[in-house]
């Protein structure tokens, strides 16, 4: 028989706080990207992909605000750039108090 897990994948929002696991992640903290997407976007018009404008794959970035189980990131270095990942884009370099 199947047993739920603890806490599943789908992330219990709390406030400005999700936990997956034994971890929060939540507005402020230093994140790390481990992921490049291919896209930035779609063209709500032309309905094509908009192309990344910045690499950020291994770059720094801040957790600014948390929607569901999505995460927009931005990153200062790359002109206050801004994009959605999902938590395994990134790590958690440093938790905000």
């Not at 400005?16 to 992640?25: C, N």
């Not at 990207?33 to 018009?45: F, I, L, N, R, Y």
């Not at 600014?64 to 995460?71: E, F, G, L, M, V």
Request: proline content about 4%.
């Amino acid at each position: 028989m199947y047993k739920t897990p603890k806490y599943t994948t789908a992330a219990i929002q709390t406030g400005l706080k999700i936990k997956l696991g034994e971890s929060f992640m939540k507005v402020g903290d230093l994140v790390l990207c481990v992921w490049q997407p291919g896209a930035s976007g779609v063209d709500k018009k032309t309905e094509c992909l908009i192309p990344m404008k910045y690499t950020i794959k291994d770059e720094f970035g801040l957790i600014t605000r948390i929607q569901k189980h999505r995460y927009d990131i931005m990153f200062p270095q790359l002109d206050g750039y801004t994009h959605w990942l999902s938590s395994n884009a990134f790590e958690v370099i440093s938790e905000s108090r």
